[in-house]
């Protein structure tokens, strides 16, 4: 999974390309808390949280090596055709959709790159795969934290697939911010392990190509009355069917 500095640069090039309002975003710390929101309960990020969960029920994935989430699904349960009780809960869940989307893009790509080049499969593999998308994440130059309001707060705890309990949002508000300050110094004497910058940063060009495109056609959609079921999007886009295998993901 791409890392949380990954995630953060994903939202400031978001609002840096587009007004996130007209993309249905119209609480932003919410949408960047919402691209932290699968991995809160998988162990890996945040420390000491009240319960965990497992990354694939979190990112709704099947088990595998490198596994890819299925965004698809996660929008046409929670997010296809409803009505959101605030803002705040709206930007939340489509930062968790959009935190599916990357994780199936840096995911799936790596997978067709591992398989491309014949790597052992394995948790030597995914290490070093961790550590390059890391890498990556330091040199994006983020800023943007989250900040733990009543209304984040409040849309945490009523987020559908499971609740985010009050101590786990600032803890993980905490893990954020900690991120963020990390990552305004590159880690000396590091180098790409598999991957390099190139590969790094077309797969970042992608995602947010893809997110753009969806939450647009999504918008035009609704303001027609229209169905927004993910297969809806994805014509009204003009994007290839989804893939179950994360393949033929741009």
Not at 71 to 90: H, L, S
Not at 107 to 132: I, S, W
């Amino acid at each position: 999974m791409p890392s949380w500095n990954i995630h953060t640069a994903h939202v400031e090039r978001l609002a840096a390309d587009r007004e996130l309002a007209d993309l249905g975003i119209c609480d932003t710390n919410a949408y960047l808390f919402g691209n932290y929101v699968p991995d809160i309960y998988v162990g890996f990020m945040v420390a000491d949280t009240t319960y965990r969960l497992s990354y694939c029920l979190t990112h709704v994935a099947l088990p595998a090596v490198i596994p890819v989430p299925d965004a698809d699904r996660f929008w046409d349960t929670y997010v296809c055709n409803r009505t959101f009780e605030t803002p705040a809960v709206q930007s939340l869940m489509l930062g968790a959709w959009a935190h599916l989307v990357a994780d199936r893009f840096y995911n799936g790509n790596f997978r067709t790159f591992y398989k491309t080049h014949d790597m052992p499969a394995g948790e030597e593999l995914r290490k070093r795969k961790q550590g390059d998308f890391a890498l990556f994440g330091c040199s994006l130059g983020i800023t943007s934290h989250v900040e733990a309001t009543s209304e984040l707060v409040e849309a945490a705890k009523g987020f559908r697939c499971y609740s985010i309990l009050e101590d786990d949002v600032v803890r993980s508000v905490e893990s954020a911010s900690a991120i963020v300050r990390r990552s305004a110094k590159l880690p000396a004497g590091r180098s790409y392990q598999l991957l390099s910058e190139e590969w790094m940063a077309d797969v970042f060009e992608a995602c947010n190509e893809r997110t753009i495109k969806w939450l647009e056609a999504w918008r035009a959609l609704e303001a027609r009355g229209a169905r927004c079921a993910a297969a809806d999007v994805r014509t009204e886009a003009g994007l290839s069917p989804a893939t179950p295998d994360g393949a033929a993901l741009r």
